[in-house]
C-alpha cells in the first residue's frame, strides 16, 4: 500500500502564492506518475498538473505559466507551486500516484489518492 499525504493548503488573496507539498509513503517500489487534482465545489474533480516518469509535466490550460509541479525522487515527495492565484483556483487539490508495490514475488500497480488540502483564494 502507499500512503499519501498532502500539506500546504490554507487561505491566500488573489495574486498570492502557496506551495504544496505530498509525501509519498509504503512499500513503494516504482512510481509511474504523480499528478496534482482538484476540484471545486459542484464541479467534477479534474487533472491540474502531473509528471510521467520521463516525460515533461503536463499542466491543465487554466494553470499553464502559474502552476510548477516537481518532484524529489529521494524524498518520494511531490510539491506544486502556484503563484498569481486567482479566485477560480478555489478547490480541494488531491496528490495521486501511480505505484507499483510488491506483492509477494510479484508487482501490484495501483492508483492512490491523498486526502485532500483546502485552497481558498479570497479577499
Known amino acids: 500500500q502507499v500512503q499519501l499525504v498532502e500539506s500546504g493548503g490554507g487561505v491566500v488573496q488573489p495574486g498570492g502564492s502557496l506551495r504544496l507539498s505530498c509525501a509519498a509513503s509504503g512499500s513503494i517500489l516504482t512510481i509511474n506518475s504523480m499528478g496534482w487534482y482538484r476540484q471545486a465545489p459542484g464541479k467534477e474533480r479534474e487533472l491540474a498538473a502531473e509528471?510521467?516518469?520521463?516525460?515533461?509535466?503536463n499542466y491543465a490550460d487554466s494553470v499553464k505559466g502559474r502552476f510548477t509541479i516537481s518532484r524529489d525522487n529521494a524524498k518520494n515527495t511531490l510539491y506544486l507551486q502556484m503563484h498569481s492565484l486567482k479566485s477560480e483556483d478555489t478547490a480541494v487539490y488531491y496528490c495521486?500516484?501511480?505505484?507499483?508495490?510488491?506483492?509477494?514475488?510479484?508487482?501490484?500497480?495501483?492508483?492512490?489518492w491523498g486526502q485532500g488540502t483546502q485552497v481558498t483564494v479570497s479577499s
Open positions: 495521486n500516484a501511480d505505484a507499483e508495490t510488491p506483492i509477494g514475488h510479484n508487482r501490484w500497480r495501483g492508483d492512490y
Open positions: 509528471i510521467i516518469s520521463g516525460k515533461t509535466p
